[in-house]
């Protein structure tokens, strides 16, 4: 596609409940990644996806927070038991390989409000 | 905490003024960036200048590292109510794959 996108654009959840969210990268972006924001606040790195490497995890507040990359393509970020912290804008970027330079192309992200 | 660190956090300036932000980081890096954020959603890729250079142009946009102070510097000039967004820096590392974001400044142009 022409970008990355993500969906849904919003999700309104109930506490408790899991939620799912999707991201299309750049074909051909090999590297993925996933941030939180909260409102006003700057992007907090969640997870990290590099071709067929293990993803850095690091940035996963808990173990409620999951990830995967399927044929490394289409990524999906899974939050259980949702929790009224979880609220934010959920963002996705993909880059091209290389050490050197990796421009970040973002999504237009999903609003997550859990209630 | 955040690799990057910019300030001021809010900037509020008008029409046809220079606006200036700093961002600060901590460890060596390969690269950094500035993006751009509208409205709270995706960010918009700026300009990227590497750790080799010390000054780079783009349009309105000049940017500066200094990697001796582990800083740098966006100076839009001549802004316009449409510059008003949050600016990011991100650095990325020497070694590493992961780029980090600062918390950013909210920049406000008054028409």
């Known amino acids: 596609g022409a970008g990355v996108s993500q969906s849904p654009s919003n999700k309104v959840t109930e506490k408790g409940k899991d939620v799912e969210l999707r991201c299309d990268p750049i074909?051909?972006?090999?590297?993925l990644y996933w941030y939180r924001q909260s409102l006003g606040q700057g992007l907090e790195f969640l997870i990290y996806?590099?071709?067929?490497?293990?993803?850095?995890k690091s940035g996963l507040p808990s173990d409620r927070f999951s990830a995967e990359r399927t044929g490394g393509s289409v990524s999906t970020l899974t939050i259980q038991r949702t929790q009224q912290e979880d609220s934010a804008v959920y963002l996705c970027?993909?880059?091209?390989?290389?050490?050197?330079?990796?421009?970040?192309?973002f999504g237009p992200g999903t609003r997550l409000t859990v209630l | 905490s955040q690799q990057g660190e910019e300030d001021p956090q809010a900037l509020s300036i008008q029409e046809g003024e220079n606006a200036t932000m700093n961002c600060s980081y901590k460890?060596?890096?390969?690269?950094l960036q500035w993006y751009r954020q509208n409205s709270g959603r995706g960010l918009v890729h700026l300009i990227l200048?590497?750790?080799?250079?010390r000054e780079k142009h783009s349009g309105r946009l000049r940017v500066t590292l200094d990697t001796s102070k582990k800083s740098s510097s966006l100076l839009i000039t001549a802004s316009r109510a449409a510059d008003t967004a949050s600016y990011f820096c991100?650095?990325?590392?020497?070694?590493?794959?992961?780029?980090?974001f600062g918390a950013g400044t909210r920049l406000f142009v008054k028409a």
């Open positions: 996806f590099q071709g067929n490497s293990a993803p850095d």
């Open positions: 074909s051909g972006h090999t590297a």
């Open positions: 970027a993909s880059s091209s390989d290389g050490p050197s330079y990796n421009e970040q192309f």
């Open positions: 460890t060596s890096i390969n690269n």
């Open positions: 200048i590497r750790s080799n250079e």
């Open positions: 991100a650095t990325k590392p020497t070694g590493g794959f992961k780029t980090i």
